[in-house]
């Protein structure tokens, strides 16, 4: 209550007034009340899903009267380390095929809210799960070992796993798919995980494997640039651990069969294609 009033300029008393006369004139209570919170009742919770979704209708339909051309404009978010190793180098084939778009990237690792209008869709990292939208899954991702050439030649070609013993491992934050579980999946099940580098950002990571600075656990989507122009390299690709999280298409549940989440699921499912095993 009291943020609505802020936002709506109005003191709280009027806001209570408000919803009071709203449950009269629906004949049926939208909130609890208890001693210092309200929360929604079932109807409350029915109620506020229409609301929210009208609203955003009425705001789409706002901004297309005012002139905004938002069929001429594609609106992604999308991770830090998914748009710079994978998404913006790409994104000049994508204007190439549909030239009458403008692509705009949010670039953020925070779940924004597609239901407000801000954007048209994202492309999530994460486990599938995602509330009020929709989604589907575009890359299982997978993670292997990967090296600067350099590197490499320095460790004898690491032709066995037992190599890594004298390199430095580098780690991504809250991995699951870690260093741990790679030994374990390779057979390696007693081998003592070095403490090495600690990286918040999966793209981080790679780029100190870049500059030499040791061997990180890649992402099958992340790497897939650098593997192909040779700053990185695989010495162990028969060894692919499959990671927890994918990536998602995700977006507005309405939007399912729109014209701009059809262009670019296809899109992302042609350029995702080559990186299949």
Known sequence: MT?????????????????RKLE???GLKLFFRLTRQIILTEHGVEFHHVVTRLLGD????????????????????TTVSFASKWLAPRLSRFRQRYPEFDIELDV??????LNDGQVDAAIRYGAGNYRDVSSERMFDETVTPVCSPDFLLKHNGLTEINGLLNCVLLHEYRMLANWKRWFEMAGEKNYRCQQGPLWTLGRMAIEAAIRG???????????????AAGRLVVPFPQYKLKAERGYDLVYRSDDQDSFKISILRQWLSEELSSLKD
């Open 24 to 26: 009269e004139h629906l």
């Open 3 to 19: 943020l609505a009033a802020a936002e709506l300029h109005v003191t709280h008393g009027a806001i209570s007034r408000q919803i």
């Open 213 to 227: 600075e040791g061997i990180a656990l890649g992402r099958s989507v992340l790497i897939a640039d650098d593997v």
């Open 108 to 113: 953020t690792d925070i779940n924004v809210d």
């Open 58 to 77: 009425l705001m789409r339909e706002s901004e297309r009267l005012r002139g905004r051309n938002l069929i001429k404009s594609l609106r992604i978010s």
